[in-house]
C-alpha cells in the first residue's frame, strides 16, 4: 500500500490556501455577502459540474478549456466554467421565479495557461450577484453598479467602473464599415486596448482583414473614454453614429443610466469606455468591468493604464437578456456582476505568517508549573480548558501529560491570557490569571491569584475589555 | 446558438441549494467554524481535483467510486473523494507544520447510488477537523471526541459517540479464528450490524467462508456496547481475550481515553460499540461515529436502532497514523472527525419558503404613492435605498419609474419598516416612516412624518430596537 515516488504537488495552475491568506478570503466572502443581502439578494449553490451539453455553446471559442470529466458510464459532465451559465439553467428549471436577485460564491474552472504569481489561476472563485426579471429599463443595471461600489467601499479600495453598451459597439462597427462576420473577432481586438498601444491593435485589425481606413475609424471612436454625460454628448452630436439604429438605442439606455447613477451618488466612479468589449458571447447590452484605481488619481479621462494591465480586472459583468431563453423555455432578462476575490485577496496582502507557525487566533494558554516530580495537571488543564471551549473561549493547553515548563511558556506567547496551574493553589481552589503584555518583559510574572470557581467570568470580563 | 432540447436537470446524485435551506446550512458552517476555532484550528482550501496517483491505493474497494477527470493533455487527475487525503497531502508537502490542527469545510464527490431523499448525495459537503503530530497518547482523541461535543452542543442535537478501536477489533477476529486475508471483509459485514439483523450479518459471514463457530464467536463479542469502563472490565476480565497483544493494546489506548473524557465531562455521550468497524483502509487506531439521539434516550446499551438506522451517522472519523506517510517522506501521526452536514441539515430542517418567493430578509422597504400623474419619484426611492444600503441596511423599492401603489404594498408585506415618498411631503423636506405591525391590519395607517434628513438614523434606531 505504500508508494514513495509519488509527485507531491496539486494539479497544474491550482493551489492550497492556507491560514492568514484564508482568513482573509473568508472575510472579503462575508464582507460582500452582507452587501448582497441589503440589496435583498437570496443565495444559491449549484453542483460542481453540470451536464456537459448545458455548458456547450455558450462561450464562444473559449469552450475549448473547458475541464471535462471521464465518461465513466452515464451522463457526460463538465466542471463550470462561471456562475452564469447554471444560473440561467436554475433559472430555466424554476419558472416560478420570474423575479429573483440571486447571489452565490463558488469556484470555476477554466484550462487556460495559468500564471500563479499574478493570480490567474484555473481554479478560481467567482463572486457572483445577478438580477433576473423584467423590469423598467436600466433599473436593474444601475443597481448592478450601486452593488460594484458598495462593495468596494467595504472592503476600503479605490476603483472605477469602466463601462460600455454592446450596441453601442456594434454600431460604432457597423459605421466604421466592419462585415457583419467580423464583429466578434474585431471586437475582441479592441478589447485589448487596455494592455496594448493602439499601433498593435490596428496591426491585429489589418491582420483581421479591415481596410486602413476602417481601423483608424475605429480607433477613432474607441479610443474615447471619460464622463457618461460627455461621451454621450460626443455620440449624439456625430451625424454618422447618431443616424445608426443601434447607437441610438444604446445611447438612450445609457442617457437612463446616467440619471440613475447620480441619483445614487456614484456617477464619480463610472467612466465610459468605447473600447471595452469583453470576450463572452452572451452579453447583450451594458457591460462593465472594474479596475483598481482611487478615483481621485484618475485624470478626466478615467485612465490609468499600469494598474489597470498590472492587476487587471477584478470585476466584470453585464447584461445578458437572450441566455436563459437558450434553454429552450421561456426568456428571462438578466444583468449581473462577478467578483474576482481570488486578486481581490492578492491586492489586500494578508498578514505574513512563519511558515510552520499557523496563526491560531487563541485568547487563552492553560498551562502547568510545578517541580520536577509533580504530574503535569493534565486532567485539570482539560477540565479548566473545557469549561473555556464551553463559554465560546478560544483555549489551547500542551497535549502532554508532563509538558516542560519552557515548551508552555513558548506556546503561550503572544496569546493575550495564560492560566497557570499549580499543586498548592489547586488545593486551595485557586489558580494564576495572568495577561499578556507585550511591552513588558515579564518572564517572572506569575500572574493574579484567582478562585478557580470565579475563572470563566473573569476571564469573559478580560476578553471583552478588549479594544 | 439556441437550442431547444437539452435536458434541464443537474447530474444524477447532485442538486442545487437554494433560499432559507443554503442560509441554514450557512449558519451551521458558522456554528462548526466557530467550535473549530476555538479548539485553535486553522483553516485548509485544496484544490477540488487532485492528481489521481495521489488518490489511489487510499480507499479500498470504494475507489470505483472516485470521479475522474478526461484526459485533454497534461496530467491525469480526479475529484476529490474526502478531505483526509488532500490533507495528508498537504502535510506530505509542508514539513514545517509538526504539530497542527487544521479545519476545511468543502465539497467531495463519489459516483455511489445516489439516495436524495434519504439525503445520500454524489456530491456533497465535508466538515473536517484533524490534529497532526506526535504528542501523547490519546490526548488529541479526547479533543477530537470533545470538538464533536461541542460542536453539537452549539447546534442544539443530542447525540451519541460510538468509539471502538482498530487493535481491539483486529484483536476480537484474531482470537475468534478470522484468517488475517479476511480480516478487513469481515470487519466490513460487522460494520453492518447497526443496519441489520445478527441473523443476516452471520449469514454473510458464513458466505465469506467462516466457520459457524468463529462467526458465532464474533457475534458474542461485537454484539457488545456501553459505557467505556464496564466494556473495558469484560474485556480485561477474559483471559483469551486479556491475552491478545492487540486487544491489550487498544484497552491500555482506552483506559486513557476514558479518564480524559471525564476530565472534559464529556463520558456519558460516548458508547463503547464494539461492531463499530469503519469502511476506510487508513484508519489504525480510534475510530469513532456519530448518531442522532439525545443521551437520555438511550438505554444502558446506548443503541437505538432506528434512529441510526432512518439517518445514518452524522459525523464520522478516526486515526491515521499511517496516511501521510504514504507519501514517502515522514511519517505525521494523525486523528480527525468529519461532519456530514448536509444530513445535519435535513435534521435542523430550514424555515419552508414558497416556491417563486425567495425569502429576502430586508428590513426596510422604500415606495412612493401618489395620483395617477405623479412620476413614481424613482430617483427619489434610489437616492433614499441608497443612503439605507450605504448605513448597511437591507432595503429595496420596485424597479419601475412608476409603480402601481399595490405592487408596492404587496412588496412591503412582512418587512419591518416602510418609508412613504410622497411629493407634498418630500417638498416639505419630510418622509413618512411606518412600522409593520403583523397583529394590526393597519392598511389605512401611512406612518409618522419625520425629517428626510433624519430618516437613516431614525431607521438605525429602529432596527435596533428589534429583539
Redesign the interface.
Known sequence: ????????????G??????NE??L??RIFATIT??F???????????????K??LS?KYGEDSRLM??????G??L?S?RFDLTVPFA??L???P???Y???YQIA?V?R?DQPAIARGRLR?FHQCDFD?AGV??PM??D??IL?VIV?VF?ALGLGITIKINHRRILDGLFAVAGVPADKMRSISSAVDKLDKMPWEDVKKEMLEKGLSDETADQIGEYVRRSGNINDMLETLKSNDKLASNKDIRAGVEDMSLLA??L?????DGSVSFDCSLARGL?YYSGLIFEVIMQAPSDAGPEGKSPVAASQVGSIAAGGRYDNLV?????RPVPCVGISFGVDRICTILQPPSEK??K?????EVYVMAIGDKEFDGL???R??IT?AL??A?????YT???KPRPLQQIQAAKDVPLTIILGEEELAAGQVRLKVFRPDVNDKKDMGQLIARENLVAEVEKLLQRKP
Not at 37 to 51: A, N, Q
Not at 67 to 72: F, G, I, T, V
Not at 262 to 266: E, V
Open positions: 500500500m505504500s508508494r514513495s515516488n509519488i509527485q507531491l504537488k496539486t494539479p497544474k491550482t493551489r492550497d490556501w492556507f491560514g484564508l482568513l478570503r473568508e452582507d452587501v443581502k441589503r440589496h435583498g439578494g437570496t443565495p444559491l449553490d449549484t453542483p460542481v459540474f453540470e451536464l451539453e448545458i455553446e475541464y471535462d470529466l471521464e465518461d465513466q452515464g451522463e459532465c466542471l439553467r436554475w430555466a428549471m424554476k416560478k421565479y420570474t429573483i436577485k440571486r469556484k474552472y484550462r481554479e438580477i423590469y423598467d433599473v436593474p444601475a443597481e450601486c458598495d467601499e440619471s440613475y447620480q441619483a445614487f451618488g456614484i458571447d431563453g437558450m434553454f429552450g423555455k511558515e510552520g499557523a496563526s491560531r487566533n487563541l493534565l486532567l485539570e482539560m477540565a473545557r471551549w464551553k465560546g473561549i478560544r483555549a489551547e497535549a502532554k501529560a
